[in-house]
């Protein structure tokens, strides 16, 4: 049984409070609220660029294409919520990230809704709607920016961006979240930690 804690504590799925007991973690915590990104800053985690300042650029309904419905095992045509905002650290555009959920479950989430809250997206995901993510699997490809993104994020044409592609799950394995990024890495690295 211990063992098995130990193992959840070192994957940040339960935290141990001294005196107090063991609890299952959320990502309203500050140790796990960025759990799954990845970018660090070239001088390290203690150069302090502060949190991410999040820009929603559209958040709207549609209906899911086949890539999209494969992704988050759903089918084609079913109800998502797609998601474009781009993430800024010291007030320089480094992400751009387009997402869909499934439309069920994130029921009421709104362009508003999502700019009014101050703290990470999976918090809000779990505080509001129930969903929480527990792994996520990730595919990385180096790319060029199209016109759109380029001026998104306020870069030029040969300027390399690293493409992330994030499939999110909740418990039982069930997809929750197909998450595209480009991330511009001229100031910052995608670090890994492998076991």
Excluded at 33 to 47: H, I, M, S
Aim: hydrophobic content about 40%.
């Amino acid at each position: 049984m211990r063992k098995a804690i130990d193992e959840l504590a070192a994957e940040n799925l339960v935290v141990r409070r001294q005196g107090k007991g063991t609890f299952v973690a959320t990502h309203a915590e500050r140790h796990t609220q960025y759990r799954f990104l990845r970018l660090v800053p070239e001088g390290g985690e203690q150069a302090n660029e502060g949190p991410a300042e999040r820009r929603i650029i559209d958040c709207k309904r549609t209906r899911a294409t086949a890539d999209v419905a494969r992704a988050l095992s759903l089918r084609a045509g079913d109800a998502v919520l797609q998601v474009r905002r781009v993430l800024s650290f010291a007030g320089t555009p480094t992400i751009l990230e387009d997402l869909w959920l499934p439309g069920g479950p994130f029921k009421g989430l709104t362009a508003e809704r999502l700019n009014s809250y101050n703290g990470a997206m999976y918090a809000l995901f779990e505080t509001e709607f129930g969903v929480r993510m527990v792994r996520a699997e990730e595919k990385i490809k180096a790319v060029l920016p199209d016109a759109e993104q380029r001026g998104l994020l306020q870069t030029g044409a040969q300027t390399p961006l690293l493409s992330v592609e994030r499939t999110a799950y909740t418990y039982n394995d069930l997809p929750m979240e197909l998450r595209r990024g480009l991330y511009l890495t001229d100031t910052h690295y995608y670090r890994n930690a492998l076991n």
